[in-house]
């Protein structure tokens, strides 16, 4: 007998009661279908009552039924398994490197500030190390232009010259390579560096924690200013020709004021500039103290402002990765790929600091315990703890194995899991599932719309039958080709 998948979602649709409903979204995270079904379907889907053959088949060959649990974990190991290749093949490789540890902000939720990290600035023969020696190691692609070379802190923007000279020779050696260059950067050292590294930085990304004054109450700089030089610093690096992206730090505590800070963004005009991209980001808790609340709370509450003010509209809600998978799903008609892991910690990103560390995770960078080996004097894996790292999937992870959003989430971030529970292997829930359920429930009316028209997207199951069906491998794409660019799988 046929079982149900551990990865179906059941959405009810309300406002969706006609002569014929209630109908319910019935979502599947591992197949990325999604199909609109009835009371008497449901009730067949939970072996409740027997499915009409055609039904049945059809809710087979969509993911929704298995012949048995293990033919589903086979299948889902394979497809983890072609998925990491895939990722390697077209993402790009991060390489982070950390000229210092040191920074001028005081902000209280930054976890590097509450583990104490601090440092000297790297030198310059560990700069010409990491780039002669180390990097050729660690580079898996042959194409340089799939580096993501990114430069992150501390803050490698401070008026100290030895930095300013580091981060120079970063960004020239990166840039020679044919590297994407990036910087990470709270933006207040911004403007005195633009003239050092206009032309060699592609992509700025800063953040933004409210308009003016909360934003100095939340990123404090001691005895200064930390809005003012950034504001300005942005409008000069965008006229430069750099991109950036704007990441703004959000908890309940900012959230009101977001659209203060869109108004201020409206009025310098980077709204309109199409080099600036604001994106939201739940803070995370990433922290020893644990105290960040339930970022399924958050979200709610994002939602419920942005439907309340369209200042809103400024932010992308990507942070939130259910409603950025469901709206690539409205533009495509496919779901972004299961894959079963989180992010490239578990793939091949490497961290390299200015004590020759090395690092599989961004956060964890400075905490020599989660060290997974050294590029200095020669590269020295620990395959040990770098398999901690690499190694972790949602498929192996006990809690995860029964979890319905486990083929997108990955198990969630394994830095969280490791500092709340001291284990790589224990799963860290974030607001995945509850932002699908939202953005599905919030969508009620097109998917039925869809759902109705068989236009192959979603389908639409009754007890009268498959009243339409998805038939398509790729979804709304078979019609419109060019849209394949705009999916990403990060
Ligand atoms: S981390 Fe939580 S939400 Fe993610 S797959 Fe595991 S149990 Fe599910
Ligand atoms: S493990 Fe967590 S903190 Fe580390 S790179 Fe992945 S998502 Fe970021």
Request: aromatic share 8%; charged share 20%; with cysteine.
């Given at each position: 007998m046929a079982v149900q998948s551990t990865h179906n979602v059941v959405v009810p649709l309300e406002q969706s009661t006609d002569q014929e409903g209630p109908y319910y979204a019935l979502f599947n995270s591992l197949a990325g279908s999604i199909d609109v079904i009835d009371q008497s379907v449901l009730e067949g889907l939970g072996l409740l009552s027997p499915l009409r053959e055609d039904v049945g088949e059809y809710l087979s060959r969509r993911g929704?039924?298995?012949?048995s649990e293990e033919e589903e974990r086979g299948q889902a190991r394979l497809l983890y398994e072609e998925m990491l290749r895939f990722h390697r093949a077209t993402v790009r490789q991060p390489i982070v490197v950390i000229?210092?540890?040191?920074?001028n902000l005081k902000c209280p939720y930054c976890w590097q500030r509450l583990h104490h990290l601090d440092s000297p600035v790297i030198s310059r023969e560990m700069v010409d190390h990491l780039f002669s020696v180390a990097l050729p190691a660690l580079?898996?692609?042959?194409?340089?232009?799939r580096v993501a070379l990114t430069v992150f802190g501390?803050?490698?923007?401070?008026?100290e010259p030895a930095l300013q000279d580091r981060v120079v020779q970063i960004l020239t050696l990166g840039k020679d390579a044919g590297f994407t260059n990036g910087i990470i950067t709270n933006g207040v050292g911004l403007g005195k560096a633009l003239p050092r590294i206009v032309g060699k930085v592609d992509v700025l990304q800063i953040t933004f924690d409210g308009p003016p004054d909360v934003h100095r109450k939340r990123r404090p700089l001691p005895g200064g200013d930390s809005f003012a030089p950034l504001a300005t610093a942005v409008s000069d690096a965008l006229a430069a020709g750099i991109r950036v992206r704007a990441r703004v730090n959000v908890d309940e505590s900012n959230l009101e004021h977001l659209p203060e800070l869109s108004d201020f963004a409206r009025s310098l005009g980077w709204l309109d500039n199409p080099r600036m991209y604001f994106h939201l980001a739940p803070v995370k808790?990433?922290?020893?103290?644990?105290?960040?609340?339930?970022e399924s709370e958050l979200l709610l509450k994002v939602l419920d402002l942005a439907d309340r003010d369209e200042?809103?509209?400024?932010?992308?809600?990507?942070?939130?990765g259910g409603i950025k998978y469901f709206r690539g799903f409205q533009e495509s008609g496919l779901f972004s790929l299961h894959r079963f892991f989180n992010c490239e910690a578990q793939i091949n990103c490497w961290v390299l600091d200015l004590y020759g560390d090395l690092y599989a995770c961004w956060d964890s960078a400075g905490l020599k315990h989660l060290?997974?080996?050294?590029?200095?004097p020669a590269v020295e894996i620990d395959p040990l703890a770098l398999g901690r790292w690499r190694n972790r999937n949602a498929l192996d992870i006990p809690a995860c194995?029964?979890?319905?959003?486990a083929p997108h989430?990955?198990?969630?971030c394994q830095f969280i899991a490791y500092e709340h529970?001291?284990?790589?292997?224990a799963p860290a829930c974030d607001s995945l599932l509850a932002s699908y359920v939202q953005a599905i429930g919030r969508n009620t009316g097109w998917l039925l719309q869809r759902a109705r028209a068989g236009d192959h997207a979603v389908g639409l199951v009754t007890r009268d039958g498959v009243?339409?069906?998805?038939?398509?491998?790729?979804g709304l794409l078979d019609e419109s080709p060019e849209l394949i660019d705009a999916i990403s799988c990060s």
């Amino acid at each position: 007998m046929a079982v149900q998948s551990t990865h179906n979602v059941v959405v009810p649709l309300e406002q969706s009661t006609d002569q014929e409903g209630p109908y319910y979204a019935l979502f599947n995270s591992l197949a990325g279908s999604i199909d609109v079904i009835d009371q008497s379907v449901l009730e067949g889907l939970g072996l409740l009552s027997p499915l009409r053959e055609d039904v049945g088949e059809y809710l087979s060959r969509r993911g929704y039924l298995f012949a048995s649990e293990e033919e589903e974990r086979g299948q889902a190991r394979l497809l983890y398994e072609e998925m990491l290749r895939f990722h390697r093949a077209t993402v790009r490789q991060p390489i982070v490197v950390i000229p210092s540890y040191n920074c001028n902000l005081k902000c209280p939720y930054c976890w590097q500030r509450l583990h104490h990290l601090d440092s000297p600035v790297i030198s310059r023969e560990m700069v010409d190390h990491l780039f002669s020696v180390a990097l050729p190691a660690l580079i898996e692609t042959s194409s340089p232009d799939r580096v993501a070379l990114t430069v992150f802190g501390g803050e490698p923007l401070q008026e100290e010259p030895a930095l300013q000279d580091r981060v120079v020779q970063i960004l020239t050696l990166g840039k020679d390579a044919g590297f994407t260059n990036g910087i990470i950067t709270n933006g207040v050292g911004l403007g005195k560096a633009l003239p050092r590294i206009v032309g060699k930085v592609d992509v700025l990304q800063i953040t933004f924690d409210g308009p003016p004054d909360v934003h100095r109450k939340r990123r404090p700089l001691p005895g200064g200013d930390s809005f003012a030089p950034l504001a300005t610093a942005v409008s000069d690096a965008l006229a430069a020709g750099i991109r950036v992206r704007a990441r703004v730090n959000v908890d309940e505590s900012n959230l009101e004021h977001l659209p203060e800070l869109s108004d201020f963004a409206r009025s310098l005009g980077w709204l309109d500039n199409p080099r600036m991209y604001f994106h939201l980001a739940p803070v995370k808790n990433h922290n020893p103290r644990h105290c960040a609340p339930s970022e399924s709370e958050l979200l709610l509450k994002v939602l419920d402002l942005a439907d309340r003010d369209e200042r809103m509209r400024a932010f992308d809600l990507s942070g939130f990765g259910g409603i950025k998978y469901f709206r690539g799903f409205q533009e495509s008609g496919l779901f972004s790929l299961h894959r079963f892991f989180n992010c490239e910690a578990q793939i091949n990103c490497w961290v390299l600091d200015l004590y020759g560390d090395l690092y599989a995770c961004w956060d964890s960078a400075g905490l020599k315990h989660l060290a997974v080996g050294r590029f200095h004097p020669a590269v020295e894996i620990d395959p040990l703890a770098l398999g901690r790292w690499r190694n972790r999937n949602a498929l192996d992870i006990p809690a995860c194995r029964q979890c319905a959003a486990a083929p997108h989430c990955g198990g969630g971030c394994q830095f969280i899991a490791y500092e709340h529970h001291g284990d790589h292997a224990a799963p860290a829930c974030d607001s995945l599932l509850a932002s699908y359920v939202q953005a599905i429930g919030r969508n009620t009316g097109w998917l039925l719309q869809r759902a109705r028209a068989g236009d192959h997207a979603v389908g639409l199951v009754t007890r009268d039958g498959v009243v339409t069906a998805v038939n398509r491998l790729f979804g709304l794409l078979d019609e419109s080709p060019e849209l394949i660019d705009a999916i990403s799988c990060s």
